[in-house]
């Protein structure tokens, strides 16, 4: 359904003795405060947090919050303060959404919620509208458009990989209980080593209406645990709250917990697969019902991995967002370099598995919000065009050859990718599609001035 405005919200009584509801059985459950939560448009997490005793307030009314803080608090090398307004900046207001309210298994004294970030009624441009640059809001209205326009329901799900290390000086591959020719994927005696981190994973995300499917140990420290598919937003919302179990379980063990794509060269990176179909009336609607095999997509699973392939580039900078996501592809293991589909083929950008595609490019930093974002705006355009993803690959290379270009291999040609994409970079309100790049393009040029060990293991002696 559409974002109600804020008007809109002060005049629902039905949210308003909603609100009434929650206070009481939050002091019936013990809680003494709440975080009212936000997500900035690197993934990150912010909040403000108030007592029990100012949730109705907070919630009927809303909390000041400034627009800039979807900029991530980040400040150019120019000393400019990315997001709407820089240093300058107004507030608006943060409402809660109140389906999202939970208590923090790990401290019952604590709620947390997710926020949306509104314009005040008396500002003069759209006032009591959504504020276009919160991410989590864009990706609320664009499912709504897909579901108006199309009368379609986007489903996902995640494969969150992560490292875990006994403290910095581990952050290596010396975990593996096997020679260096030999894999550890799956190994029984390494999925025994983070016992620890898997239970209590499972028991905080279960006690937070996690259904939890699976998971297995992948390369040294790297443990992907798997929790079951829904739709789009519901599926970025527990992304971010699996984040934050993380950091709390490796807190509690004392131990390093990293989303970082690539911490250790030579092993597997970080990735975050997403895995998307589409529906209508409780029916996929990318599957051919009279093909009984693996290769059964109709011709709106095609023209949506169609969209995927074409937009492959422009989407990389959100996909994999960071300097450090590029490591993952140049020591490739597993990581898709080219522009290409299969069916059931981990070789590939985009694995078609029935009903559904796995889009193998998103890694572990990436901000699920705008990933998602990405990924419908391309299958939309490749619907709208019809656009032909040409054939599968088979095995390992076609010959060399690809029906689209190369997927980028730096940050830097990734935002280029970005900004010329015009459906791709669309896909974000102006000002935070200006917000995300200025935040990046100042983190590509901070890491290209940085003096590593890089420079002087390379430099030092270069010359004469």
Known sequence: MPIPTLGQLYADSERTARILEIEQELR????????????????????????????????????????????????????????????????????????????????????????????????????????????????????????????????????????????????????????????????????????????????????????????????????????????????????VTFRQICLQVAKELGIIATFMPKPVAGIMANGCHHHVSFWRDGENIMLDPDVFSRRNLNDVGLHAVGGLLAHARGMMALLAPTVNSYKRFLDSNWSPTETNWGYDNRACAFRVVPGRVEVRSPDASTNPYLSHLAILAAVRDGWENKIDPGPAQDGVSRDGTFDFPALPMTLGEALDAFESDEVISSALSPSLRESFVDAKRDEWMRFCGAITSWDFDNYLNYVP
Not at 186 to 199: A, E, G, N, Q, S
């Open 28 to 239: 019936s459950a013990g809680v003494k405060h709440v975080y009212l939560q936000y997500v900035t448009l690197q993934g990150r997490v912010q909040a403000k947090v108030v007592p029990t005793e100012y949730w109705v307030q907070a919630a009927s009314k809303g909390m000041n919050w400034a627009y800039v803080v979807a900029g991530g608090n980040h400040m150019t090398l120019d000393g400019r303060t990315v997001g709407s307004g820089g240093a300058a900046t107004q507030e608006g207001l943060m409402l809660p959404d109140l389906d999202t309210l939970a208590i923090l298994p790990w401290d019952t004294r604590i709620a947390r919620v997710f926020c949306t970030h509104y314009r005040r009624l008396e500002e003069d441009e759209a006032p009591g509208e959504v504020a276009d640059d919160d991410c989590r809001a864009m990706l609320k209205i664009a499912l709504d458009d897909l579901q108006t326009d199309l009368g379609i329901e986007a489903a996902s799900g995640c494969e969150p990989e992560m490292s875990w290390f006994k403290d910095a000086d581990s952050m290596d591959a010396s975990r593996s209980h096997f020679p260096s020719h030999v894999g550890t994927s799956y190994h029984v005696r390494h999925l025994d080593d983070v016992r620890d981190v898997l239970t209590k994973v499972t028991e905080y995300a279960t006690a937070l209406g996690f259904t939890m499917i699976q998971a297995d140990y992948e390369d040294p420290g790297q443990l992907e645990i798997n929790f079951q598919h829904d739709n789009f937003l519901a599926t970025a919302d527990r992304l």
